[in-house]
């Protein structure tokens, strides 16, 4: 007896948890249903011209990142801190970049040396061109007299006043005379060449100057951005990295969120977004600040709709589009209030479809200034 009524019992108790649950999805549907009846009663309820959406504070976030890799060496801010453009957030270990700056600094030292020692060169080499020229000129000047003494002994030999033996011996220093020329044009040629290369020198030697010099400026740029700065003033969001981790080229530190930009996205249909003019007076009305009416413009509406509409279409289904609208807060009244922005608070937007559109009650008060 006892095991049939236990078995009972047990039914009865699977049969009351189906239905519980089945109570408590009902509910669900029915508030959301409810809730989806509000919101059409609360828009039927606008006057005509102004149409509204729900939608969250957004703002832009900012990656704060490494340009090299390297070692994180300090975080100077928390999560949630308020930061100014311009202001120190972290550091990068620059130990290895410092000591390539130093060796890029060794390197144009030696490179100045170089040019110096190549100017040098330069002046050798024409000195020595010089010297050339002037064996040159003497060649050509002994040869001259070569040439005389040559013509002489060869009339006197003609007349067997001198000898054979000397004509011969002219001869061939008249002989000797040409291809001693000949060498020493030469060798100016050679002191030309060596002129060119020498200044080829000096100009090789002053690249490598200008060479050193763009690596230095370029090590001292790596290691004027491994001080990691913030771009704009904002909030900090979260760190992603910790100090003495080691990150590689573009790995994220912190993440900000921009306050001078913050806006409100939101939806709405074909017939409301055709009528939207960028520009149109917004305001928007927080869930956790329903008091407050905070004013704003339309600065985007999106050109497609939020999901990718069929080729072919009915009129109804083309009114049943959504597009995407942001509403801009003023940058001016974000800073005078930037303590109290937050973002992702959800809210209303209320806008103007046309500049004459009369404001509904609820939303005439005094604007937050």
Avoid: C
Avoid at 245 to 257: D, P, Y
Avoid at 312 to 317: A, F, G, H, N, R
């Amino acid at each position: 007896m006892a095991k049939p009524f236990q078995s009972s019992l047990e039914s009865a108790r699977a049969f009351a948890k189906g239905k519980e649950r089945w109570l408590l999805v009902a509910l669900a549907v029915a508030l959301a249903g409810g809730v989806l009846a509000w919101q059409r009663l609360a828009s039927s309820a606008l006057p005509a011209g102004i149409a509204s959406g729900n939608g969250r504070i957004e703002a832009v976030d900012i990656d704060i990142a490494t340009k090299t890799a390297g070692r994180l060496k300090e975080i100077l801010v928390g999560e949630g801190e308020f930061v100014r453009a311009g202001q120190v957030l972290a550091s990068m270990d620059t130990l290895v970049l410092e000591a390539q700056k130093r060796e890029a600094e060794a390197q144009l030292k030696r490179a100045v040396i170089g040019v110096e020692s190549a100017k040098a060169q330069v002046v050798q080499r024409k000195a020595e061109h010089q010297a050339a020229v002037a064996v040159v000129a003497q060649r050509k000047a002994e040869q001259a007299a070569n040439v005389s003494r040559f013509a002489r002994s060869d009339e006197l030999a003609s007349k067997q006043i001198t000898s054979q033996q000397v004509l011969d011996d002219n001869r061939a220093k008249m002989e000797s005379g040409k291809a001693a020329i000949l060498a020493a044009e030469a060798q100016v040629a050679a002191a030309q060449a060596a002129i060119s290369a020498a200044e080829s020198a000096v100009i090789n030697a002053e690249a490598a100057i200008e060479a050193a010099k763009a690596t230095i400026e370029r090590l001292q740029a790596d290691i004027d951005d491994s001080t990691l700065k913030s771009p704009r003033d904002g909030r900090v969001q979260y760190r992603v990295a910790q100090p003495g981790e080691v990150l590689a080229a573009g790995g994220r530190v912190l993440n900000l969120v921009d306050l001078g930009e913050v806006h409100m996205t939101f939806f709405l249909p074909t017939a409301q977004a055709g009528r939207l003019a960028i520009g149109s007076e917004v305001r928007l009305v927080l869930d956790a600040a329903p008091q407050l009416i905070i004013p704003a413009r339309v600065s985007f509406v999106a050109d497609v709709a939020q999901f990718t509409p069929k080729s072919v279409e009915t009129t109804e289904e083309r009114l049943k589009l959504m597009f995407r609208v942001k509403a801009q807060i003023p940058p001016e009244l974000l800073r005078k209030h930037i303590q109290q922005v937050k973002t992702g608070l959800p809210g209303m937007a209320y806008v103007q479809l046309q500049p004459d559109a009369t404001w509904p009650t609820s939303l005439k008060g005094t604007l937050v200034q």
